[in-house]
Structure formats: C-alpha cells, structure tokens
C-alpha cells in the first residue's frame, strides 16, 4: 500500500509539475528540474531501521529434519 501511495504522489507531483509548465508559470528548465527532483524524493529509500524492522529474519531451531538417521 505505501508503494502505491508513492506512485500516486509521484505522478500528481509530475502532473502539478507539467500544468504549471503548460499554464506558462515555470519555464522548460524549472519543470525539468522539478521532474529530477521527484525522482531523488520518492525513489529514495526508507530508513534504514525501517527496512531492518520489516525484513524477514531466518532463526535456527536447531532441528535436524526427519528421516536421515
């Protein structure tokens, strides 16, 4: 769900970003701009401790598995 929301704000980002090109408010190169800045701002990566927290972790319970003795 927060990959989609992501997504979605990305693409009003870029949407807002070419109206505003469209209505003659910001120039060629200032939407260019505002389109690279969308990008190092939502394809950033989550914290560090967050990706940590969600990871799948592997735990060892010490048994040996069936039907080998």
Do not use: C, Q
């Amino acid at each position: 769900m927060a990959i989609l929301v992501r997504i979605l704000l990305w693409v009003a980002w870029l949407a807002g970003a070419g109206w505003l090109w469209h209505a003659g408010v910001l120039g060629t190169a200032s939407s260019i701009a505002l389109g690279a800045l969308s990008l190092v701002v939502f394809a950033w990566p989550g914290s560090i401790a967050r990706r940590r927290h969600n990871e799948l972790r592997y735990v060892d319970m010490g048994k040996e598995p069936t039907g080998f003795h």
